[in-house]
């Protein structure tokens, strides 16, 4: 089954009109508006109607540390939230959009695979229904609106060098990283050096997708920090009178968009913040939405327990009022053995000491998810060169951690492969009863809070702050960001800032290099490490191998 290419499983499946699926979350017809038989967007009708529900049980889905062998974190979410319909439950997944630089780049789309994927993959992945285009819109617009307010004359006093706005567009262009603008006399603006970001690192994604409607949209824009004036005060987007026109902008893009599986199960797949720069969930109004409209969600957030659930209970719990139940930790023995010292063309040969060399950091992130009081299962993520005994090791160390671990077969099997994972969840959050527990009160200093993470959820040994991020605090402590809570922006290649540090590290201080504020979002981000926000192709991009025939059949997308 498996020798198939993704989007030539895709291509095989039979959809069911949108609006049948619609039906599954009790939506009707008049509540969708269409893009078409297989897309839809849920009007702000439906999304006002489910913050009045109770809410369904919660499933947050993350991984071990991220290696090149790959972990199929999305692909176990769709394939968990199709094998609980196949036991009855009604269950929907929510998950993030994909990004077109990662697909024409190396990483390909964000959709699942195998026969555990949401569709139609190729629309999903490359415009789908525009809500990429229109962040990149609103962001633009901002981005002219500065350079505008200089040319006229600088009402507000900004600095030019100390404008913190970037330009943005949702490709992986190096060349952009740095540039100068404003050049060819005055009548073409003010000279001043600027740089590109990929859109989905924009802070209007993030405040996109942690805003719960319109008037918050609109009031979140307003409050984004733009730059510096000569005096040192804050400038903010209000100030330039822009929050009204990015929020008409952003007015469709904000509607959670309705898709479905392979096996026909609902799909909200809404907003996609990168995770080792932004919060890394898709959109608050889907989960909820989702949450209101079914009895089981299966969300994910990005990259390891590390970063995306540490920032998905951290940010988005905390701003939306989320209560997850259950944490599904996705491993491979193919990750773990990368882990435990194997280099990626050695991955195909049983390796049962590399595994439990590994095993260690799987560890680590079990014991992250168990701080926030949720209950854990491991999913190992089969794959074909698996061997009976790598299985059996990792099984029998969970069993030891009181965590159960489940095999996951959903890439070659769809939702049956997924049925005893199902179980195994079910199970957990039926037992569940405690509180969610924060890491950090927003009431703690911004140097707490950051140490907290670093400790609890890295295993550091502490934290060391450069000068100019001492600078920062205190500016931010003097204006009253504070308060907010932290989204840390940290390599996903290992535990600790320092990427070529796989396993579980141990003796190592986190450096905070920089932070700054993204006021509209809700938080601020304080930088360890050198983290791109524009990626830059690969030698070979996945774009080499994408085609679209006379028919208008496209291939290569993965």
Request: hydrophobic share 40%.
């Amino acid at each position: 089954m498996g020798h198939k290419s993704d989007i030539e499983i895709a291509h095989e499946t039979t959809l069911k009109p949108i609006w049948e699926v619609a039906e599954r979350l009790g939506i009707g017809r008049d509540e969708l508006e269409l893009y078409g038989d297989w897309k839809a967007k849920l009007g702000f009708e439906t999304t006002k109607r489910a913050r009045e529900r109770s809410p369904g049980t919660l499933i947050l889905m993350t991984a071990i540390t991220p290696t090149p062998a790959g972990e199929g974190k999305s692909t176990t979410t769709v394939g968990l939230g199709m094998a609980l319909n196949r036991l009855g439950k009604r269950a929907a997944i929510t998950l993030r959009e994909p990004s077109l630089g990662p697909c024409f780049g190396i990483k390909g789309g964000a959709a699942g695979g195998g026969y555990a994927q949401v569709v139609p993959m190729e629309d999903i992945n490359l415009h789908f229904t525009g809500d990429l285009h229109a962040i990149t819109s609103a962001h633009a617009l901002l981005s002219a609106m500065i350079d505008n307010h200089l040319k006229q004359g600088n009402e507000l006093g900004i600095d030019p060098t100390k404008i913190q706005w970037k330009r943005v567009v949702d490709m992986n262009d190096r060349s952009l990283r740095n540039i100068v603008i404003g050049l060819g006399g005055p009548a073409h603006g003010v000279p001043r050096e600027d740089n590109f970001m990929i859109s989905v690192a924009s802070e209007v994604m993030a405040v996109l997708c942690l805003a719960q409607d319109l008037v918050d949209l609109k009031e979140r824009l307003g409050r984004i920090v733009v730059a510096q004036s000569y005096g040192g005060e804050p400038v903010y987007a209000r100030d330039l009178g822009a929050e009204g026109a990015m929020a008409a902008l952003l007015k469709d893009a904000l509607k959670p968009n309705l898709v479905q599986t392979l096996e026909n199960t609902p799909a909200l797949v809404h907003g996609g913040p990168f995770a080792n720069i932004a919060h890394g969930c898709n959109s608050l109004t889907a989960t909820k939405t989702a949450l209101a409209s079914a009895e089981y969600v299966v969300t994910e957030a990005g990259f390891a327990s590390d970063l995306g659930a540490e920032k998905f209970f951290n940010i988005k719990c905390r701003t939306g009022g989320l209560r997850p139940s259950v944490a599904v930790v996705v491993a491979t023995a193919r990750a773990l053995k990368m882990h435990g010292g194997v280099k990626k063309s050695d991955l195909g040969e049983e390796n049962l000491e590399a595994v439990k060399q590994g095993l260690p950091n799987l560890a680590k992130h079990i014991e992250n998810m168990q701080q926030y009081g949720v209950k854990v299962v491991v999913a190992v993520n089969a794959f074909p060169t698996d061997t009976e005994a790598e299985h059996a090791a990792i099984e029998e160390f969970c069993r030891e951690r009181g965590v159960q671990a489940i095999r996951s077969e959903v890439w070659a099997r769809g939702g049956e492969g997924g049925e005893a994972l199902a179980q195994a969840v079910l199970e957990a959050a039926d037992s569940h009863s405690g509180e969610l527990q924060f890491l950090y009160d927003l009431e703690d200093s911004i140097e707490t809070k950051i140490e907290k993470i670093a400790t609890r959820m890295y295993g550091a040994d502490g934290v060391e702050f450069s000068a100019a991020a001492r600078r920062r605090i205190e500016y931010f402590v003097k204006h009253g960001f504070d308060k907010l809570p932290i989204c840390m922006a940290k390599t996903q290649a290992s535990l600790s800032d320092n990427p070529t540090l796989v396993g579980r590290p141990e003796g190592f201080t986190v450096t905070i290099k920089e932070l700054s504020v993204s006021n509209g979002a809700g938080f601020i981000v304080a930088l360890a490490g050198d983290i791109m926000t524009m990626p830059g192709l690969p030698k070979k991009p996945a774009a080499l191998e994408i085609d679209i025939d006379g028919e208008g059949v496209i291939s290569g997308l993965f």
